[in-house]
């Protein structure tokens, strides 16, 4: 099906940067939210030190940083064929197989759009009526609403923007998968389990004849499926896990924007505005390189570096 690009913002000043161009593009390492396991690790400290005598409350335990719907601890993870030697420590326990999770990854920055899905539907009269659904999930995602009226445009600005920076960029569509465990799919999301991670980094490319999936920023988790994300992912080869601000000029020419709650009369307007959506069959991605190059240049700039991490249940 066709669908619209919406854009959430949480603060009326983030919609008003958009719009003067300026596009703020977090890391999936701050999509990973390792505040999660830097609190884990304090934990485990804090269980050591009040049994060593030391006192626990010089142990400071961080608050969390991001909704549920807004982080994805396995962007960038891929699957091993091998029989790897830590399953053997949680035999009938493991819900998945062992995951290495990209170091490099962590540097990708990205834009994230929301893929509003629509159809027409007739009416008494000749007249038709946009059809479209929404997810709950986008009730984390802000309070303001900026609707893409010309998608090819803002594309087209970004490329520009990141050809003159001399960064590589890829846009298009995320794609959702199960995680699975011995070929089946796995029930992680179905009862109770833990996400474990190791702290020490391992080496990819001791492993590379044994990776069966590969996985980046346009790949997630099946649970987040009703993110409908189109994003921008930006390779500038640099080791950095801040955020950074793409200035790609003025939008205010192909952005009308509205409360995220007056959503109904929002899609109305913009469309009295000539909003355009991208057809069902437009190509996947478009960029100035290729998803296997942007892949192997993040394992790259990572050192080839990966955690491993495990699901037990």
């Keep these: ?152 445009e803002l594309t087209r600005r970004i490329e520009a923007a990141a050809n003159r920076e001399g960064y590589k960029d890829l846009i298009g569509s995320v794609r959702y998968h199960p995680l699975k465990y011995n070929g089946e799919r796995s029930k992680i999301y179905n009862q109770c389990s833990v996400l474990l991670k190791t702290d020490e980094e391992f080496d990819l490319k001791d492993a590379a004849d044994s990776i069966i999936y590969r996985r980046d920023c346009f790949d997630k988790t099946y649970k987040y499926k009703g993110q409908n994300e189109w994003r921008v992912a930006l390779y500038r080869g640099k080791k950095e896990t801040e955020a950074y601000t793409l200035e790609v000029g003025d939008l205010s020419d192909i952005i009308y924007w509205d409360r995220a709650k007056n959503l109904d009369s929002g899609i109305y307007n913009a469309l009295s505005k000539g909003m355009k959506s991208i057809p069902d069959n437009a190509p996947r991605f478009r960029g100035n390189i290729d998803r296997i190059e942007l892949w192997n240049k993040f394992f790259e700039l990572g050192d080839y570096k990966a955690v491993k991490m495990l699901f037990i249940g």
């Design 1 to 152: 099906m066709p669908y619209y690009l919406l854009k959430y913002f949480s603060k009326q000043k983030y919609l008003r940067e958009f719009i003067r161009g300026n596009l703020y593009m977090n890391t999936l390492h701050f999509f990973w939210d390792e505040d999660k396991f830097d609190d884990a690790k304090k934990r485990r400290d804090q269980y050591i030190s009040s049994h060593l005598g030391i006192n626990p409350d010089t142990v400071t335990i961080p608050m969390k940083r991001l909704p549920e719907q807004q982080e994805d601890m396995l962007e960038g993870v891929i699957g091993l064929s091998s029989t790897d030697e830590s399953l053997k420590d949680f035999d009938g326990h493991n819900l998945t197989g062992v995951l290495y999770r990209s170091k490099g990854m962590g540097y990708c920055n990205t834009l994230c759009f929301y893929k509003l899905y629509y159809d027409f539907v007739p009416m008494m009269g000749g007249k038709q009526m946009i059809q479209y659904t929404t997810t709950s999930a986008m009730n984390d995602f802000g309070d303001y609403v900026a609707f893409i009226l010309n998608p090819d």
